[in-house]
């Protein structure tokens, strides 16, 4: 519980001033990111603020979220990770401790955002409505375009490579196959992008893509014969 001194109500009223981010950062990172502030005035830490997750108020830390935080405990400062969810999908962490005038730890910032989510579904979060858009040139738009696609690839990259589970030899397959899951080859130059991030060449991204369409055919239910 919080404290009912004046020291315990000042800290109190703090915690909740950094509460007071967490939908603002869930709104600039979209749906597919949790953003929890806790308290950690009970054991385990409270969450006192979520946006972007089913999680409610009121909520314990998780089982990730507290050995991270034992880390911070040591260190101080913030901690940025790759973790996973249940069911594989990776995910991108970052706990920021918030510490009170004394140097006590008082609560704890925590973002997770999911790198396996759809493409499209980043881009319509990131990007601003199509009348709310500045009147820019086809360049630019162009260019902002470029940079979403760069930081998927760079994070899909990053986590399958991060990945123990897949094999150091099929990795460039595995991304491959995420980038076109995601919807990456959709987009203009997207292949010599990839190709270039993963030293391989066009060809080879090409095969791995044809591949990805024939298992995907294979395991149609329209291409499976009735018993």
Not at 75 to 85: A, D, I, N, V
């Amino acid at each position: 519980m919080l404290n009912n001194t004046a020291t315990g109500a000042a800290l109190n009223e703090a915690l909740l001033r950094y509460a007071e981010l967490v939908e603002g950062l869930s709104a600039l990172y979209g749906r597919h990111c949790e953003v929890v502030f806790y308290s950690l005035h009970e054991p385990g830490g409270v969450a006192l603020r979520v946006a972007g997750g089913n999680r409610q108020p009121g909520a314990a830390m998780t089982d990730t979220e507290q050995r991270l935080l034992v880390e911070l405990q040591h260190r101080g400062g913030s901690r940025l990770c790759l973790t996973h969810q249940r069911l594989g999908s990776p995910v991108r962490s970052l706990m920021q401790v918030v510490r009170g005038a004394h140097g006590e730890l008082a609560g704890v910032l925590c973002l997770h955002l999911d790198l396996g989510a759809p493409l499209h579904e980043l881009m319509a979060d990131w990007l601003p409505p199509e009348n709310e858009r500045p009147q820019a040139s086809a360049e630019n738009f162009s260019n902002n375009v470029e940079e979403l696609v760069t930081l998927t690839v760079e994070r899909t990259i990053e986590a399958i490579n991060a990945d123990p589970d897949v094999a150091n030899n099929a990795k460039n397959k595995q991304i491959v196959t995420t980038l076109f899951e995601k919807g990456i080859f959709d987009i203009k130059d997207a292949i010599a992008m990839v190709s270039d991030k993963l030293n391989i060449s066009k060809h080879t991204v090409y095969l791995y893509i044809r591949q990805k369409k024939r298992d995907d055919e294979a395991s149609s239910p329209n291409n499976q014969e009735n018993p």
